[in-house]
């Protein structure tokens, strides 16, 4: 079985600018470069789901716009269910400024989410027969919190396993910990949310602690080129990082693993082995240029496990 997982998450068009510096106010600067790309989290996570199998719904609101024809497109190639994507003839597609800092290859980002920003509870409560017939729920922080919690607990009310990527790092109620199954922040969210600066496993073990002490079930705390670190009040497993060739691109690795994690436990994969999983999808993903485009395969993801001998 392929296993449903439904995405609460946002589309953005990713605009990157490649050039010397920022410019200042009131100035012009010539690029050297530009890109225009598909990225929103919840899109990414959404493709990377859809690509390693999972029978993927979107939950989403665009504009309608050239961008959010991009967005349809490439939805609708990777067989994601739209039903739940929303035009609003109001409001802009989301839409991301990337800067490219040339010298170190580093960015910053300013992202709107546009359209999606409308994405209410009511929204959720229309889609609820679909999230309770999911396998997965998953979401992020790029549409309101309202959005998130009320997909959350329309999921957690019907028996369907949660996962919330709290990224872009925010201020979040207590009531939303225990809502989760699953939560999945990168270094830097998990010591804004806990106020532990994770510098290495031990730090980390002490914000996964924290979180399940919240009340997530499981906390999956994504360590960069370190790998991941699956706790919960049962078990704590630093899994490494699969190394797939030279890292081209790490945009995108956080979704990739959120895609792979999310299809691995759909499809009825224990958390320790989907978060496997879910290292080599990501460890392919930095080895591509992009972010939605650089999502592997499930048979890509599938050969490398068993090649590095981690399939087990
Ligand atoms: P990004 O913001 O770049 O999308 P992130 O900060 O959300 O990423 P990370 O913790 O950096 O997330 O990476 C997510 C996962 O991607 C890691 O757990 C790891 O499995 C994989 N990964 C990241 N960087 C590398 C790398 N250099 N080599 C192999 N795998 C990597």
């Known amino acids: 079985p392929r296993g449903t997982v ?3 998450g946002i589309f953005a068009a990713d605009l990157a600018f490649r050039a010397p510096r920022l410019p200042r106010i009131g100035e012009t600067l010539l690029a050297n470069g530009f890109e225009l790309g598909p990225g929103g989290k919840g899109s990414n996570q ?5 690509r390693c199998g999972a029978d993927v719904k979107m939950i989403s609101r665009l504009g309608a716009d050239a961008f959010g ?16 994507v929303a035009t609003d003839d ?37 889609a609820r027969e679909v999230i309770a017939a999911a396998d997965i729920f998953m979401t992020q922080l790029e549409q309101p919190i309202e959005a998130a919690l009320a ?40 010591g804004a949310i806990t106020g532990i600066e994770v ?12 979180l399940v002490e919240r009340g997530v079930g499981c906390a999956v705390l994504t360590l960069g080129a370190a790998g991941v670190l699956v706790h919960s009040a049962e078990t704590s497993l ?15 690795a956080g979704d990739a693993f959120n895609g792979g994690f999310a299809a691995a436990l759909a499809r009825g994969e224990a958390p320790e082995r989907a978060a496997r999983f879910a290292c ?5 993903s930095v080895t591509r240029k992009g972010a939605a485009r650089s999502m592997p395969s499930l048979e890509e993801a599938t050969r490398l496990l068993a090649r590095t001998g981690a399939a087990g």
């Open 199 to 210: 510098s290495d496993l031990e730090s980390a073990r002490k914000a996964a602690s924290a």
């Open 90 to 126: 109001a409001a802009p597609t989301g839409a991301a400024f990337i800067y490219v800092d040339e010298a170190s290859g580093h960015n910053a980002i300013i992202v709107e989410a546009g359209a999606a920003k409308k994405l209410s509870a009511a929204d959720l409560g229309a």
């Open 69 to 84: 024809e991009i967005a349809r497109a490439l939805w609708g190639g990777e067989g994601i269910d739209l039903r739940f």
């Open 238 to 252: 630093h899994i490494p990082a699969v190394d797939a060739g030279p890292v081209v691109d790490t945009t995108g």
């Open 46 to 50: 959404a493709v990377a789901a859809a």
């Open 280 to 284: 080599a999808v990501a460890g392919l």
């Open 151 to 190: 997909g959350l607990r329309i999921a957690k009310g019907s028996g369907v396993r949660t996962i919330l990527n709290p990224a872009p790092a925010a201020d979040l109620p207590d009531e939303v910990w225990p809502l989760c199954d699953y939560a999945t922040p990168n270094e830097s969210e998990a």
């Open 6 to 8: 439904v995405v609460l």
